[in-house]
């Protein structure tokens, strides 16, 4: 996990930064419908689980991009070379959740095989955090999904007023529409390091890969 410092009298996006951060703080959600029909196919096919393909999707998607990265350390801004998806794991027992994370690889398998490994090691326990190790590397970012309900809109409000810059996305229940089928996801960002360019370009390289998800396998 490596950090690049950002100099913002020379970065493109330092007065847009400024403005968004300091002058006018902003943050903004949107929500779209994903088709896939595709990647769901390929995964029933193969035995394998939707969630943690799905992290894994959104994961390389942010981390193609270095506006999702952007991060506060030690009071100097920059971004890390990768993030880290902090997800929930549902507990069926009490209907509690708690936090847990998988370290991300260019490898699906991989990173397939890190988490369940950790649903195997962590997945019975409750409280806020399933992992002992405390707390999450500096990197993560929150993702997650509410697979009982289909929303057309989904918004994330923080109310602790410190610097955070990375994205949350959010998935909802999958909807069949003239034999095809469709997932709502939401994404969550700061202005200050996000436009709607770059989330065009995240959706975009998102559904291609939804499409053609077979070879990652």
Not at 140 to 150: H, Q, R
Not at 189 to 210: N, P, R, V, W
């Amino acid at each position: 996990m490596n950090f690049t410092p950002i100099d913002l009298q020379s970065w493109p996006r330092g007065q847009m930064f400024y403005y968004f951060s300091k002058m006018a703080p902003t943050g903004y959600s949107l929500t779209v419908d994903m088709d896939v029909t595709e990647l769901r196919q390929t995964l029933k096919e193969k035995g394998l689980k939707f969630f943690p393909a799905y992290l894994w999707l959104i994961t390389k998607h942010l981390n193609g991009r270095e506006e999702f990265k952007i991060a506060e350390k030690d009071g100097i801004l920059g971004y890390f070379d990768t993030l880290t998806p902090l997800y929930a794991s549902f507990h069926e027992d009490d209907h509690t959740f708690s936090l847990m994370w998988t370290e991300y690889s260019d490898s699906f398998p991989q990173f397939y095989q890190a988490y369940m490994e950790n649903q195997e090691r962590f997945g019975d326990r409750h409280g806020v955090l399933c992992q002992p190790q405390t707390p999450p590397p500096a990197n993560a970012y929150t993702v997650s999904c509410i697979p009982w309900v289909n929303f057309t809109h989904f918004a994330v409000h923080s109310y602790e007023n410190k610097p955070y810059y990375f994205p949350s996305v959010e998935a909802g229940k999958m909807v069949e529409r003239a034999g095809r089928l469709y997932m709502p996801l939401s994404i969550t960002c700061h202005h200050a390091t996000t436009d709607g360019y770059h989330i065009k370009c995240f959706l975009e390289s998102l559904q291609e890969d939804m499409r053609r998800f077979r070879e990652y396998i």
